[in-house]
């Protein structure tokens, strides 16, 4: 879908102005951490989603700037949690799944955030990825340097098919909408 100036500036702003803000007011001296939540959107995009994206990538290399100058920061790009959030609209967790992205256990996505904020990476993805599901779909107009060296992603995969809406056992396949 398309977005205008107006739009897309909408949408920049809401990720990323209060965290541009708080990394120019904050002592860094007294921080243990700084944190902050992006998406995979960000990390290998999601069709439709530009601008959200591009918000998140903005995070991620405000993490990186972090680290740079020699501050605490992490950036942690999330796949979909379970147990509500955008995900737990009617069929949203049904359609990833489809897409080979399924919901973090809430239990599982916080054991990840405390290793991530405790660990070295500056910029991380947590997300429950089937990538035997997903990397068909993710490369079906092009290959992926991106998914490449993953060898869960490169293992030789059938073609994948679209799915319709009326197919309700999606197990083994793909779909190959844009992700």
């Given amino acids: 879908s398309e977005v205008d100036p107006d739009g897309l500036a909408g949408v920049l702003a809401a990720k990323t102005a209060g965290a541009r803000h708080l990394d120019e007011?904050?002592?860094d001296a007294e921080l243990d951490a700084?944190?902050?939540f992006s998406s995979v959107a960000g990390a290998w995009g999601s069709g439709g989603q530009s601008g959200y994206a591009a918000a998140n990538a903005y995070l991620d290399g405000l993490a990186q700037r972090r680290r740079a100058r020699g501050a605490v920061a992490t950036a942690v790009a999330w796949g979909?949690?379970?147990g509500g959030g955008m995900a737990a609209t009617d069929g949203a967790a049904r359609n990833l799944e489809r897409r080979g992205l399924r919901l973090l256990p809430k239990d599982t996505a916080l054991a990840a955030l405390a290793a991530a904020i405790g660990g070295g990476t500056p910029v991380l993805v947590a997300a429950d990825v089937d990538w035997p599901r997903f990397a068909p779909a993710f490369t079906v107009a092009r290959p992926s340097p991106?998914?490449?060296d993953l060898p869960d992603a490169a293992e030789p995969r059938q073609q994948p098919r679209v799915l319709d809406g009326a197919d309700d056992d999606a197990s083994g396949r793909s779909?190959?909408?844009g992700l």
């Fill in 175 to 177: 779909a190959s909408s």
């Fill in 146 to 148: 991106l998914l490449a």
């Fill in 25 to 27: 007011l904050v002592d």
């Fill in 34 to 36: 700084f944190v902050l």
């Fill in 80 to 82: 979909p949690w379970g």
